[in-house]
């Protein structure tokens, strides 16, 4: 399940650049960025808790919004 909008698929298509692995060997820089952001009074388990209730909000509401277009399509041809 890919959850990136459209537009932005669309966007990397048409002039993304993909540049491979970006992720290994990084471990030690996010940490240090983490660092910082609580040194600075961030309650990144705040953050990341909100970030994760606005992102199943926004999945099930699409979810619920195919399934709406979904039985909309199946009713208008069964009639």
Do not use: C, R, Y
């Amino acid at each position: 399940m890919n959850t990136m909008p459209e537009p932005t698929l669309d966007a990397v298509a048409d002039h993304g650049v993909i540049k491979g692995d970006t992720v290994s060997g990084t471990a030690s820089d996010a940490q240090q960025v983490f660092d910082k952001l609580q040194a600075a009074g961030v309650d990144l388990d705040d953050v990341f808790v909100v970030l994760e209730d606005e992102g199943v909000a926004k999945f099930e509401a699409a979810w619920t919004e195919l399934l709406k277009e979904t039985q909309a399509q199946l009713d208008s041809v069964t009639k």
